[in-house]
């Protein structure tokens, strides 16, 4: 069973940054890393759980929900198995729980097409 786990989280003041990171493990069934692709979604208290943004498998192109769009940015280090989300300019907002999502099939913003998840690190940004 594919094994996501987050990293990262924790208390920041609104202005401020934050790094969350997603390690893969476990049992792929021969594949690899580079071989899923990658997201982050969130969830805020009383809320949906929302797409954020995601990565293609080779880590050439990137997209973002437009709430995030200009102050995170999506990475990728296949070599290190390594999921990355640079939080800057945080919110308020942006307080919620984030997890890192995989799938070997085609990407997407929807929730449904995602077949693994990490249990998520939560982010709070104070005012």
């Known amino acids: 069973q594919v094994q996501l786990v987050e990293a990262g989280g924790g208390v920041v003041q609104a202005g401020g940054s934050l790094r969350l990171s997603c390690t893969l493990s476990?049992?792929?069934?021969?594949?690899?890393?580079?071989?899923?692709?990658m997201a982050w979604f969130r969830q805020a208290p009383g809320k949906e759980r929302d797409f954020v943004a995601r990565?293609?498998?080779?880590?050439?192109?990137?997209f973002y929900a437009d709430s995030v769009k200009g102050r995170f940015t999506i990475s990728r280090d296949n070599a290190k198995n390594t999921l990355l989300l640079q939080m800057n300019s945080l919110k308020p907002e942006d307080t919620a729980v984030y997890y890192c999502?995989?799938?070997?099939?085609?990407?997407?913003?929807?929730?449904?097409?995602?077949?693994?998840w990490g249990q998520g690190t939560r982010v709070t940004v104070s005012s």
């Open positions: 999502a995989a799938n070997d099939g085609l990407g997407s913003t929807s929730r449904a097409a995602w077949q693994h």
């Open positions: 476990g049992r792929t069934f021969g594949r690899t890393f580079s071989d899923y692709g």
């Open positions: 990565i293609t498998r080779s880590g050439h192109a990137t």
